[in-house]
């Protein structure tokens, strides 16, 4: 095609503070194309979303609409510029119904129901309010109001991620015609049969830049993905692991989970975790994981399904609960876990203080041996003693993941705790958990970076949907299968489920099915 | 989210400033309670001297404490306006009472409203989750109300001053040649009490850490309700025994003794360095935060500024210590 | 109809909790009659303007502090420039009053806004500024009020054609109140402006992505706040004759009102009908209890715990609606 770019973005880059979010991401959509932007965990994509749609503003870059350089301050300015996004939360107002919703953005309620209709809702009532629409209708009501007013560019974030078979059909439907009448869409999936299906190109984000922009034919599928993981595909070396290790006999399990369900985030999800091992979690963002450690950490009280704890069944209400039971959380975020103002020691003996009886005076040498012992065990760069914020961002998870070690606790749940933080300190934090399980301890570790499994895991934990896709031995768990796993195709399933089968294969079905569910 | 780490560079001056002063706030605070004596002295020549500072330090004392009410509070992120109603009802009980009834009983009787009114904030604050303010606010009301009610029963048997707090609010005896207040008897050990709670005892660790980042204390095992309310059951004893001195000071039971203290308490635990927002601060700055502002109090009386310069000036330093605070935070 | 039921539920029960109280009140005295009510109208009336206040903003999901002292500040000014002078200066005075409300309640927003302070740090700083300047404006209790300010709520309205006796429960308080109201809240309710207050309060981060503009939205939340408090403010001074400096029982009355009257303390939800029936039913009771015979101090003790009981099954709603 030689016509001229709708959407013509490049060099865009975003920092926050240090870290850099985008560094130099480009995004080219021709007129009447449906084109796919993709990237693993953390690439960039919803940063590069939130900067086309003015929710923030780049620190660099050029974005040209037809051809003119326009300056996207606010949701407003880019709805002026002719760029719509539907995102993954539904952005109606909740307590307003759906005309209300239809004025305040000033959208032509004729069109929007000629939509509603197409897209497969016959009977709405728009004097609902927003609140009481299930999730399922209130997405495609959020598509639906962006049709309405015929935008030039229109961004789907995982449009299709909680919906129902038959409405995501007419979703995809409506979508492909977008393009046909010359409207161009950007399209964000994690689901391969649905970007098959649709999209004539496919943007390939990696570490906030753009690595690649393919042409999506027959078997570009091992294309993406190699693009998606860069370099690194060349299989890794498996943790250094005592022989010793492995032919001790399996452990009694120390957690046995089964049929854990959590709302609809999270259905019929069964492992256990024994002592001595590394567990592994990969997931894509969202598909249930934070529900999972969640319930496992006395956060979020489960739906459905048994935790048991050393063979007995538990119920946590509070984490204080999975703490008396051995279990501790260390969140991914660390601004979740910390008393930012605080001091390290104050931060690593905060458990110390929980129960009711210990609000008396501190044994302050106690406390300061069990601290420095914990502190000198991770090496954490304590010269910024004031408070946990000045620290870096490696030293800070350091801090999170001491705690639980000064509180000799059994289990530790780690979610993503290398994220954001120096390739040094990310070794360290390998190290650790592998000499904890070697002490016997057990640890349960999300990870969004897949070549950690192999440093780290015993076996890997694949989630897709809310569901288990397959339990990995970590011999098997090399970064094309776990990346198709994730992606919800399970082990050998590579030939039957690719890029280009059917769409309505089993994967989409059964997550259509759980869709389903969210719907009452 | 992919990271590129940069290596800290020399910090500007002005954040090096911002982080002096966050370190050590108490330094430019005792700076400015000198430069306000020294400004009095200007003004008045001759005012500062031994009688007038003992008379400073006699009525910055019942502000001092209930400032340490506010400073516990506000290091949770809360507030409790409650103090002024409780130690009004404490000093009015206390002064009835005595007429007729043993000074023990009477001082249990004293702190009961103290006790209730306590654990009504914190379960209504820890359980329900009821902003603070409003909380407590509501709780003045019915305290109010209560001791209305109780006034019109006590009518008749009069009240009087125990000897015992009017030689604590009003007495001083001479030591090491100075005329040490007697109030300083009680609220030097109180201080150093507070002090140590917040700095050495697990229940202050607590109060700093539930103020900072809730969630983390929560993913710590810790119980947010019962740290709340044992916080406003203590602050509103303070409160109480606030109310017995204070009115060993006044010497005059009044329905509103303590009420003109509770603005400025919060004021004092502002300046004192206390965040609003919890998770930082301390006692001491708070005890200067008092005596900065009973100088100050002086100081526009001498120079004749009307109460309502004084409620705004007030106001307004609550605002602007708090918005300048919110920029130290932010520039970390 | 329902949806009529389902939105207007709480209101409807209100208003049968409101029949009932009356009722009652009517068997406890059953010479409660329309001079009573004039008089119940009459002493609502600053309690009401206070409720829509804090109702505007805590539908945009704040919280107005300041609402007392500032009705405290304006009923000073009204009285302290009324006071001796002509009955046609109160013409220019009544807007000149209203315009100082909405402009402060405005300020209100600003600081909120460009501070990043949150609402309640902001409003309870310019509580005490407001009651400073109030008391600058006026020492003591004093001042007067134009006389024409004064008959506007006293008396009932006459409506030619009608029997005095329906006419007797029309008291001029009433209409006076409804009037200001609607004139304000109709047209705001079915505005463009209406509908962001309820956004932002609702879902701020939905109302930024349907292009709201937040931060202007908010400071106009504060600055009708303003203006509905400078209204209760000259209702105060239209009653009593004179202004007082000192604050009186508003603000927490209005945050009980507001919860009372089913609008949510997170935002977004609920009307203005809720709260001002909602001032009626706490107002009422408090007639009944002063017809039993009940000490005037426990009837305040009575109400206090009823406020307090209201906002924390309030708040605990709000709690359990996070969940």
């Not at chain 1, 880059?13 to 932007?37: C, F, Q, T």
């Amino acid at each position: 095609m030689t016509t001229s770019p709708l959407l013509d973005a490049s060099g865009v880059a975003k920092n926050y503070g240090a870290v850099a979010a985008l560094r130099d991401a480009s995004l080219s959509v021709l007129p009447g194309e449906v084109h796919a932007l993709m990237g693993a965990n953390g690439a960039g994509k919803s940063t590069l979303v939130k900067i086309l749609t003015g929710a923030i503003s780049a620190n660099a870059g050029r974005i040209l609409i037809r051809g003119e350089a326009r300056d996207i301050r606010s949701p407003a300015a880019a709805r002026r510029a002719g760029l719509l996004p539907v995102y993954q939360e539904p952005s109606l107002i909740p307590d307003l119904d759906v005309l209300s919703n239809l004025r305040l953005t000033g959208t032509p309620v004729e069109p929007f129901r000629a939509w509603v209709r197409e897209l497969g809702i016959p009977d709405l009532d728009l004097r609902d309010t927003a609140r009481d629409i299930p999730l399922a209708v209130l997405r495609v009501l959020d598509l639906a109001r962006a049709l309405a007013v015929e935008p030039d560019v229109l961004l789907l974030d995982e449009m299709t991620a909680a919906l129902p078979a038959n409405l995501a059909e007419k979703v995809l439907e409506v979508v492909r015609r977008q393009g046909d009448a010359g409207r161009s869409v950007i399209f964000i999936s994690h689901r391969f049969v649905e970007i098959a299906a649709l999209c004539d190109r496919a943007t390939v984000l990696r570490d906030g830049a753009t690595v690649g922009v393919v042409d999506i034919e027959p078997g570009v599928e091992e294309k993406i993905v190699e693009l998606m993981l860069g370099t690194r595909i060349v299989k890794t070396h498996v943790a250094a692991r005592s022989v010793a290790d492995k032919a001790r006999p399996p452990a009694r399990p120390r957690i046995t989970v089964k049929n854990l369900r959590v709302g609809t985030k999270l259905s019929d999800v069964s492992f256990d975790l024994a002592d001595g091992e590394v567990a592994g979690v990969v997931a894509l963002e969202g598909q249930g994981q934070d529900e999972l450690f969640a319930a496992l950490a006395g956060s979020i009280k489960p739906s459905g399904g048994t935790i048991e704890v050393d063979g007995s069944p538990v119920k946590f209400t509070h984490p204080i609960d999975a703490i008396r039971s051995g279990i501790a959380y260390v969140p991914g975020d660390r601004s979740e876990a910390l008393a930012m103002q605080r001091s390290v020691r104050e931060n690593i003996a905060l458990p110390f203080s929980a129960a009711l009886r210990n609000w008396g005076p501190i044994h302050m040498r106690k406390e300061r041996a069990t601290v420095a012992s914990a502190i000198e065990r991770l090496q954490i760069d304590t010269r910024a003693q004031g408070e946990v914020q000045r620290l870096s961002g490696g030293n800070q998870q350091k801090v999170t993941i001491a705690r639980w070690i000064a509180a000799d606790a059994r289990t530790i749940l780690c979610f993503d705790p290398t994220r954001g933080i120096d390739v040094g300190t990310k070794q360290e934090i390998y190290h650790l958990m592998r000499e904890l399980a070697g002490n016997g301890k057990s640890v349960l570790f999300y990870t969004s970076e897949l070549e950690e499994v192999q440093r780290v895991c015993d076996r890997v934990i694949v989630i897709f949907g809310g569901r288990l896709v397959d339990i990995f031995p970590v011999e098997e768990a090399d970064e094309p299968a776990l990346m198709r796993a994730a992606y919800g195709l399970p082990r050998g399933a590579k030939a039957d489920v690719g890029i280009l089968a059917d769409p309505h294969s089993s994967t989409q079905a059964s997550n259509a099915s759980d869709a389903a569910e969210a719907t009452p | 989210m992919s990271s590129t780490a940069i290596t800290p560079s020399p910090l500007p001056l002005g954040r090096r400033a911002k982080r002096f002063m966050a370190d050590r706030p108490l330094i430019p605070l005792i700076i400015l309670l000198v430069i306000l004596v020294v400004i009095l002295q200007i003004l008045r020549p001759g005012i500062v001297n031994e009688r007038w500072i003992a008379n400073t330090i006699k009525f910055a004392i019942p502000l001092a404490i209930l400032a340490g009410c506010q400073t516990m509070t506000m290091l949770t992120g809360g507030i409790d306006l409650s103090v002024g109603t409780v130690a009004t009802m404490s000093a009015f009980i206390m002064a009835t009472q005595i007429v007729n009834q043993d000074p023990a009983v009477a001082f249990l009787l004293a702190m009961m409203p103290a006790v209730l009114i306590g654990l009504v904030n914190g379960i209504g604050v820890g359980v329900f989750r009821v902003h603070p303010l409003i909380m407590t606010l509501g709780t003045t009301l019915i305290g109010t109300g209560c001791l209305q009610v109780y006034q019109r029963t006590v009518i008749a048997s009069g009240a009087k001053i125990p000897d015992f707090l009017a030689w604590l609010g009003t007495g001083v005896t001479p030591m090491l040649g100075f005329a040490l207040p007697n109030a300083l008897l009680l609220f030097v050990p109180l201080a150093a009490l507070i002090v140590f709670t917040l700095a050495r005892t697990g229940f202050g660790r607590l109060l700093y850490a539930v103020g900072d980042n809730e969630r983390a204390t929560r993913l710590s095992g810790v119980q947010y309700w019962q740290v709340i309310t044992a916080l406003y059951v203590t602050s509103s004893l303070l409160a109480g025994i606030t109310g017995l001195l204070y009115i060993g000071l006044i010497k005059a039971p009044s329905l509103s003794l303590a009420e003109p203290l509770v603005l400025p308490s919060v004021a004092a635990a502002v300046i004192g360095g206390t965040s609003i927002f919890g998770g930082r601060g301390g006692y001491t700055g708070t005890i200067i935060g008092a005596l900065i502002l009973t100088v100050l109090t002086t100081l526009l009386t001498i120079l004749q500024m009307p109460e309502g310069a004084r409620r705004i000036l007030f106001g307004l330093i609550v605002l602007f210590v708090t918005a300048a605070y919110l920029r130290i935070v932010e520039d970390k | 109809m329902n949806h009529f039921l389902r939105r207007q539920g709480w209101v409807t029960g209100l208003f049968a909790l409101l029949i009932v109280l009356f009722i009652a009140t009517k068997i406890i005295q059953p010479g409660y009659g329309s001079g009573d009510f004039g008089s119940l109208a009459r002493a609502v009336l600053p309690y009401a303007f206070a409720v829509a206040a804090q109702t505007v903003v805590v539908i945009a999901g704040g919280i107005d502090l300041s609402v007392a002292a500032m009705m405290a500040l304006t009923s000073v000014t009204a009285a302290s420039m009324m006071a001796g002078a002509s009955e046609e200066y109160a013409l220019f005075v009544v807007p000149f009053v209203l315009a100082m409300g909405f402009v402060l309640g405005a300020f209100n927003g600003l600081l909120i806004v460009v501070t990043r302070v949150p609402d309640i740090v902001v409003t309870l700083a310019m509580l005490f500024v407001l009651q400073g300047a109030a008391l600058l404006v006026l020492g003591a209790p004093g001042g007067g009020a134009a006389e024409w300010l004064k008959a506007l709520i006293s008396g009932t309205v006459p409506i030619p054609g009608l029997p005095a006796a329906i006419d007797a429960w029309l008291p001029k308080a009433l209409l006076v109140l409804i009037v200001c109201l609607c004139v304000i809240w109709i047209p705001l309710r079915r505005s463009r402006l209406g509908l962001s207050i309820y956004a932002i309060g609702s879902s701020e981060l939905a109302a930024f992505r349907s292009g709201v503009p937040v931060a202007r939205t908010r400071v106009i939340a504060y600055a009708l706040s303003g203006l509905f408090a400078a209204m209760g403010g000259l209702a105060l001074t239209m009653s009593t004759g004179i202004g007082a400096p000192i604050p009186g029982p508003y603000l927490l009355a209005s945050v009980a009102a507001v919860v009372l009257g089913g609008v949510a303390l997170g935002g977004g939800k609920g009307g203005l009908l809720g709260p001002i029936v909602a001032v009626f039913v706490l107002r009422l009771v408090r007639t009944d209890l002063t017809l039993l015979a009940i000490d005037p101090n426990v009837t305040a003790i009575i109400e206090g715990a009823i406020m307090v009981a209201v906002v924390m099954f309030g708040a605990f709603i709000t709690m359990r609606g996070r969940q």
